[in-house]
């Protein structure tokens, strides 16, 4: 499903050079769900907006599906994006004067799939919003939910087009230790479902919903090892 071989990232700030990832060899499996750890800085969200299609490495291979991405134009790039991946982020980004229904619609109206229509756009985003099991606050706005709300809305917005891989960089990171577990359990439905899952976190409760932790250490990969879990829940790996 996802083949990285030696990627590299260098921002350039100036005269500095930043060597955000430093030669990551990576490799996801279909239907895999897996946690991306590591410190602050350790190059976490830039290895994942690359793996979303977001960004291009500066080295280095990156296949998604049987295609070589790491050397699309933007254009072909976007358009993977749409059709390959789901995004979820830590501060939800929905648009807030728009409904909760308009939000998961969005993906449809810049799609390949233009040409829907608004019958079928809303019948597609209503599905996605009963598998997040918030089909009784279609018409709230962002500030009329909850924080864990309003990461289901965002939930539901990137499993719309069915994506490859639905990745998440700290979709808990703003909420408390009760909505982590509700998000959590969407993550772990949607993945016996059969749908391949990619998350960065810093928490061991998220990572043990996981059956792979990949740790990074700056810019390379520290371990790549199966969850193990000791008798109080911690994670191990
Ligand atoms: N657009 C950018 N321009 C320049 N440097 C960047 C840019 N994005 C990230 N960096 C740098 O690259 C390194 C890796 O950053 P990254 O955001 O991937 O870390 P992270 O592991 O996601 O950290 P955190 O846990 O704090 O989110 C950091 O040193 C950061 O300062
Ligand atoms: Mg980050």
Redesign the pocket.
């Known amino acids: 499903m996802i083949r990285v071989r030696q990627m590299k990232k260098i921002?350039r700030?100036g005269e500095e050079e930043?060597r955000?990832l430093r030669g990551v060899d990576l490799h996801v499996g279909k239907n895999e769900m897996i946690a991306v750890m590591?410190a602050?800085?350790?190059?976490?969200?830039?290895?994942m907006n690359i793996i979303g299609c977001l960004d291009k490495p500066t080295e280095g291979s990156y296949e998604l599906d049987g295609h070589d991405v790491s050397k699309m134009s933007e254009a072909s790039l976007a358009l993977v994006r749409n059709e390959k991946i789901g995004f979820v982020f830590q501060s939800f980004e929905l648009l807030a004067r728009q409904t909760a229904l308009e939000n998961v619609e969005l993906p449809l109206i810049y799609s390949r799939e233009a040409g829907l229509t608004s019958r079928e756009r809303t019948r597609r985003a209503l599905h996605a919003l009963n598998r997040v099991r918030l089909a009784d606050r279609v018409s709230h706005r962002p500030n009329q939910l909850s924080g864990g709300q309003k990461q289901r809305v965002a939930i539901a917005r990137a499993i719309l087009n069915k994506p490859a891989i639905l990745m998440a960089d700290e979709p808990t990171g703003n909420l408390d230790s009760v909505t982590t577990t509700e998000i959590m359990e969407i993550f772990r439905q949607l993945h016996a479902e059969g749908q391949t899952v990619l998350i960065?976190t810093?928490e061991n409760e998220v990572a043990a919903y996981c059956q792979r932790v990949i740790r990074?250490r700056d810019g390379l990969v520290l371990s790549d090892l199966p969850v193990a879990q000791d008798q109080a829940g911690q994670v191990i790996a």
Not at 40 to 47: E, I, P, R, V
């Open positions: 921002y700030v930043i955000a590591g602050s800085g350790s190059g976490k969200s830039t290895l960065v810093h990074l």
